[in-house]
């Protein structure tokens, strides 16, 4: 920031020392001490509050980029699951009237296009036996 040498500091030493006097020179230099420090604290404070803004920034970009993409994806994958269940209405449609043209079993249960089920076939009659 300010480019001061040693052979500055002893002429501001030097002229500091016939101003202000031997008996408060001492006392002139703690107070300035002090002060400078406090000023640095607060350069340090305020530069720390800078950064924490500018990552703060950052990160609100940062969301406001993945909010952006999840809403986008979402959308396709809406899209995308519009387009099957259009593709797969026709295919239901005919499969209903499919299984509406089957005609109902002896148990009144529509069997399936392979004929009746092995395990419902083994059942059934074991159900009956019992009562």
Not at 33 to 57: F, P
Not at 87 to 99: G, H, V
Not at 100 to 129: F, I, Y
Request: charge should be negative; hydrophobic fraction near 45%.
């Amino acid at each position: 920031m300010f480019d001061v040498g040693l052979t500055e500091l002893m002429v501001i030493g030097v002229v500091a020392l016939i101003v202000i006097g031997p008996e408060r020179l001492p006392k002139v230099a703690r107070t300035a001490g002090l002060l400078l420090g406090r000023l640095q604290r607060y350069v340090g404070d305020v530069k720390a509050d800078i950064n924490r803004e500018i990552q703060l920034d950052e990160l609100k970009k940062m969301q406001q980029e993945v909010t952006t993409q999840v809403g986008s994806i979402s959308a396709s994958v809406t899209h995308e699951m519009r387009e099957i269940e259009k593709a797969a209405d026709p295919l239901a449609d005919s499969s209903s009237a499919a299984s509406a043209a089957t005609a109902p079993g002896p148990d009144g249960v529509a069997a399936p296009e392979g004929g009746a089920a092995p395990g419902l076939a083994a059942t059934a009659p074991a159900a009956e036996a019992k009562t």
